[in-house]
């Protein structure tokens, strides 16, 4: 049984959609104030990357954990109506997975963070860091 109705529910979703958008945010800013400069939503590029530093032909995808289905315990699987968001969540893993190896074809790094990751400062901090001396250094990019 799902805990929330269906009006709830699709209030609930709503709620998570936008948290995805601000940990997008809360990565970018992050980024700047380390003196990276980036594009947004790069729609030319497979999967629409989120972050992209042309000159470093590095892109970052950030995920939001419900989405894209991570194994964590954020991603919280809705119990009821399972038939629509097993699904759906599926399809979204498979087109991540597509999109990111089109991207590697292309020649570029791919790194994949994950909302769950920069859910606090402190960590937010660690991913933003670990991120800029991968550029510096020009080592490949995350493991996803
Ligand atoms: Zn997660």
Known sequence: MDIFSPTKRSEVMSRIRSTDTKAEVRLRKALFARGLRYRK???????????????????????????????????????????????????????DLKSDEALRQLG???????????????SLATVATSIASELQSGAPGGVA
């Open 108 to 122: 570029w790094r791919v790194r994949i963070v994950w909302e769950c990751e920069i859910s606090s400062a402190k």
């Open 41 to 95: 939503n790069v729609r030319q590029l497979p999967g629409t990357p989120d972050i992209v530093l042309p000159k470093h032909r590095y892109a970052i995808q950030v995920r939001g954990c419900f989405w894209h289905a991570h194994d964590c315990s954020r991603a919280n699987r809705p119990a009821s109506n399972t038939g629509y968001w097993l699904p759906k969540l599926a399809r979204n893993v498979e087109r």
